[in-house]
């Protein structure tokens, strides 16, 4: 029995490859995900070994504000004398190491770096690991020295002048060294340092000169544990002590998130690429098992039993499934080899590992693959054993099902799915609301999938006749027609995937609305100075007022800028908005302001508000009543500079998408917030001025800093919506490969019909259709159904988007129609890629031999 | 281009055919030459390997030939292309087949005009309803292949290769398949499409019954005509097969 089964296996090499190319796919991309995501983080992990090879204690400020990335307290150089007086302690060194120094390029621009930081740091000689490779290390204000990281990113030499953007706005400096690292490399995994004197350090990174961000302590004659334990006792309740290596993993653990992005994505495409391959292996199985029917028939009339016979396809499926998994995890550690160096020339990151491939992560995916190949192939392997032997050997085609069952079956789960979403938009079902989408979506995608071959039925003909009235289209058309059930699976890839395109374009188009709509929203200011997205910066939700909740410091400018904008002429008022993020009792991470009120007001639509003087805030109405909180009373505010202090509410104001939460005096806010400077400006012209002379003027005035620019309402409104572009794009770009996936069902699909359909294709070619004729046959078979598909798809999909969009409370639901035309589009593309290599085939059959065929 | 000085609608002239080399080199054609003539129903005969199928396949355009000519009317199919031989199988040459003639998923009607579509011509409608009705098929028309006896799938096969007009159908083995009744129906069909609408026909059968319907019987041994037989009888060709070693 197994020899008969792996002789046939050798038979049908070529439609066993089709269906092992789905599980190779499926398993390269689980693969793919988790050795770039241990070769990541194993590659951070070392940089940060390295970077705190030297510490045995360090003494940071505990933070406030609970925020991985948020600015820390800084340590008061008391701290380090007191350090130095405890047993144990060989040196107390107070060290100034702070992201947020951003270097100007010579082209003007701020250099980029996505995921390593750009830290300024305190010189203090080759201390450490830091070695000089060029020139010396700074000695006066006005010079710095540079990793060579930065030097061969921005092309910088010993003796050039290089401008850095710090809390403080633009400044030059003069580069006097270039330094690497005691490893032999530039840069800590990609990051950029401009180091410089201590007090310039302090003053520019910190905001406050004699103090650090963190003291190394080394240690003498006790162990590291002992002396953290004693630091920590010694200095009491207000400060982080860790050891070098839990300041490694704690600092890893920060830039593991970029890893964790990653491994999301990878893990989605390879979790939605298993679920297509799911459906072409099925789909194969099918096809494979229908047209040996009469073989397993003959097996059974033999005398095998039912149990032998599922055994047989089971092997086979087995056999696939174990060779394809194997060649997947080679291709996925190949692909992961080549995603990591894009990722590292990408974001700058240098890992200092090879390639790490996790043994325990590969057998999961190894074994993944074999299983859902195992598991695809089993419904249609009892299928194949329930078919009475005589049955299958007089009808050798296996006769049409009824569509009955499975359209009543599919209607069920649709009517509910509909009925889920229906309730979800229009009542009020609170929180349950999101749980009826989710349900009904889910419902009505299952109930969608059963459906499908019925809907086949209806509307590929429909289709067809649009597509082409010539007898080739309309052979192709009653091809794509034959087979409801295979139809439906064959498409299947493009409805789950056109779907999800179809979804993801209806909100991110109703969000992108809703953003520009709110970005100007009570906005009385013609023209708007703000740093690279400040204006529109998201509090986690896409929406509300600008925070530095990110954790990164946010790109600002001179408050004199404002002073000298109001003094423009065609200028009526100016006034500068101070942003930070406190935490409120409750609600840690509230966005936070600070600024003239009285000029804000005429501004921003807050309404008539009273300023608030030094240990004063005013609050918005909704804080104010979702906090408790009264006017006349007090509240105590956490914030990354100041720690726990009480404040006074004075007044009230209604909230702006520009401004909420507490507002305090621009002098309290500059001891309190981490960025001392405004970081929002906001320009009202005079009646009849001329708005792009003026707009010119004060853009002169920021010209500086690059980081900053001059925008009115309608670049405003812009620059919103254009936030989740990024986003958008990576979904799609992610979408896009599971597509390619969908094509390879639609090639696997119709080669394997082809091949059932030599015969037919004979007697075509007898009764003189030419190759060309052949082609367009089968092009239109799969044209129709991948539009099919992708109607199906775009359709459903957009349904539930324009759901989802409502339930989020979205101001308006945009239905983006170009861009849904454009992947409808891309739907006809793929149906006329898929139809490449199956109607090559097709024109290529041989008359004789096709009629001769058994 | 129909009318032709010769009065053939097909021939073969020195035809050989082998397939394989060497030891294993079987010769299916051995420099044969045929006439089919026009207006006539030929029938050709032999045992399994005489070579008859590889004939009617040459003569078809389906298949090539080692040496010697091939015509259909006048035209010289050795010199064709691929496109050609399409156009020539389309406009020029019939089919009938011993089974599997017809395409599932298209309904009588449109199976009998389907080379008609193809080549983008309209039929004349009142040739379309003679030959629908003189296949006995005119309430058949809407039925699928699978909802017709396999009797009434040849008759649409049948229509389907007189309905272009060609100049000669060739029929393979067209009552192989078929019940004795069903297949005298064809044959009669056959017959009348020569006499009623001198339609040129050439058949292979082993059916000595079949080959009497013919005007002309060839036999085929080895590759080669061994035979003719003019006004056939069935008892004259099956004794003339039993001579030859074949049934």
Known sequence: ?854 | MTTTITGLAASAVGVTKRYGTGATAVTALDNISVDIRRGRFTAIMGPSGSGKSTLMHALAGLDTVDSGEVRVGETQLTSLSDKGLADLRRNRVGFVFQQFNLLPTLSAEENIMLPLAIAKRRPDPAWFDQVVGAVGLADRLTHRPSELSGGQQQRVACARALLPKPDVIFADEPTGNLDTRSGGEILAFLRRSVDEFHQTIVMVTHDANAAAYADRVMFLLDGALVHEMANPAADEVLDTMKRLGGT
């Open chain 1, 1 to 854: 029995m197994l020899k008969a089964t792996l002789r046939g296996l050798l038979a049908r090499k070529l439609r066993l490859t089709l269906a092992g190319l789905a599980v190779v796919l499926g398993v390269m991309s689980v693969a793919a995900a988790m050795v770039t995501t241990t070769t990541v983080s194993g590659g951070f992990d070392a940089i940060f070994a390295t970077a705190t090879s030297g510490v045995d204690v360090s003494v940071a400020g505990k933070s406030d504000v609970d925020e991985p990335r948020a600015f820390t307290t800084p340590v008061a150089s008391s701290v380090v004398d007191e350090l130095t007086g405890i047993p144990g302690v060989k040196s107390a060194v107070g060290e100034v190491s702070v992201d947020g120094a951003r270097p100007i390029g010579t082209d003007g621009k701020v250099i980029a770096v996505s995921g390593p930081p750009r830290s300024g740091v305190a010189w203090h000689g080759e201390t450490g690991m830091v070695r000089l490779w060029d020139g010396r290390g700074p000695t006066s204000d006005g010079e710095v020295a540079i990793n060579a990281g930065l030097a061969d990113r921005g092309g910088f030499h010993v003796g050039d002048t290089i401008d850095v953007l710090t809390l403080a706005p633009r400044q030059s400096f003069r580069i006097v060294g270039i330094y690497g690292f005691s490893n032999g490399r530039g840069s800590l995994g990609g990051d950029t340092q401009v180091a410089f004197t201590e007090p310039v350090a302090q003053r520019l990174m910190l905001g406050q000169v004699g103090t650090f961000s963190s003291v190394t302590v080394t240690v003498d004659g006790i162990s590291r544990t002992e002396l953290r334990d004693r630091v920590a006792k010694a200095l009491g309740d207000g400060y982080t002590v860790r050891t070098g290596d839990e300041l490694a993993a704690a600092t890893a653990a920060n830039s593991k998130a970029f890893g964790d992005i990653v491994r999301m994505i990878l893990l989605g495409f390879s979790g939605l690429s298993l679920l297509v391959g799911i459906f072409l292996i099925l789909n194969t199985f099918s096809i494979l098992v229908a047209q040996r029917t009469g073989e397993l028939a003959l097996l059974s009339a033999l005398g095998a039993r039912r149990r032998q016979i599922v055994g047989t396809v089971l092997v086979e499926a087995l056999v696939v499934g174990t060779v394809a998994s194997a060649v997947g995890l080679g291709l996925g550690i190949g692909v992961s080899a080549l995603l990591t160096m894009v990722m590292e020339a990408q974001s700058g990151a240098e890992l200092p590992v090879g390639l790490l491939v996790p043994v325990p992560d590969m057998v999961i995916a190894f074994l993944i693959g074999v299983g859902v190949t195992v598991v695809a192939a089993l419904a249609p392997a009892v299928r194949a054993s329930r078919v009475p032997p005589v049955t299958a050997m007089v009808a050798a085609k296996a006769e049409q099902r009824s569509l009955k069952r499975i359209t009543v079956l599919g209607a069920i789960p649709a009517v509910v799915g509909i009925a889920g979403v229906v309730a979800a938009v229009v009542t009020d079902l609170g929180s349950f609301r999101w749980v009826a989408l989710a349900g009904g979506v889910v419902l009505g995608l299952a109930g969608l999938a059963l459906l499908t071959p019925i809907a086949s039925r209806t509307l590929l003909p429909v289709l067809g006749r649009l597509l082409g009235w010539s007898a080739s289209s309309k052979l192709g058309r009653r091809n794509a027609a034959r087979n409801p059930r295979r139809t439906a699976i064959t498409v299947a890839t493009l409805v789950v995937t056109l779907g999800l395109v179809g979804g993801v374009g209806v909100v991110a188009q109703s969000v992108r609305a809703d953003l520009s709509a709110n970005a100007t929203r009570g906005l009385g200011a013609d023209l708007v100075i703000s740093g690279d997205g400040v204006s529109a910066r998201a509090d986690g939700q896409g929406v509300g007022p600008p925070t530095a909740a990110d954790g990164r410091i946010m790109p600002t400018f001179a408050a004199s800028v404002i002073d000298e904008a109001r003094r423009l002429p065609g200028v009526s008022e100016a006034v500068a908005q101070y942003v930070g993020s406190v935490d409120l009792p409750g609600a840690p991470r509230s966005p936070a302001a600070a600024g003239d009120v009285r000029r804000l007001s005429r501004v921003l639509d807050i309404g008539n508000v009273r300023q608030p003087g030094r240990g004063e805030v005013v609050v918005d109405t909704e804080t104010l009543s979702a906090q408790r909180l009264r006017v006349g009373g007090t509240v105590e505010i956490t914030t990354p500079r100041a720690g726990t202090r009480e404040f006074r509410i004075v007044g009230t104001y209604r909230p702006s998408p520009m401004m909420r939460g507490p507002v305090f005096a621009v002098a309290d806010a500059t001891e309190l917030f981490v960025t001392q400077a405004p970081a929002l400006g906001y320009v009202t012209l005079d009646p009849g001025a001329d708005a792009t002379a003026v707009t010119r003027e004060v853009a002169k005035l920021v010209a500086d800093n690059p980081e900053v620019s001059v925008q009115d309402q309608t670049q405003l409104a812009d620059d919103a919506a254009s936030q989740i572009d990024i986003a958008e794009t990576m979904l799609y770009v992610l979408l896009g490969l599971s597509v390619v996936i969908g094509i390879l069902g639609i090639v696997n699909t119709m080669a394997l019909s082809i091949l059932e359909r030599t015969r037919e294709l004979g007697l075509l070619r007898a009764i003189g259709m030419r190759r060309s004729h052949m082609v367009r046959m089968v092009v239109a078979e799969s044209l129709v159904m991948a539009v099919f598909g992708a109607l199906l798809g775009l359709a459903a999909g957009g349904a539930a988007g324009a759901a989802a969009a409502h339930v989020l409370g979205l101001s308006a639901v945009v239905i983006p129609w170009t861009s849904l035309a454009v992947f409808l589009g891309l739907g006809v593309a793929a149906g006329l890629l898929a139809a490449l290599i199956p109607s090559t085939r097709a024109a290529s059959v041989n008359v004789l031999t096709a009629i001769a065929y058994e």
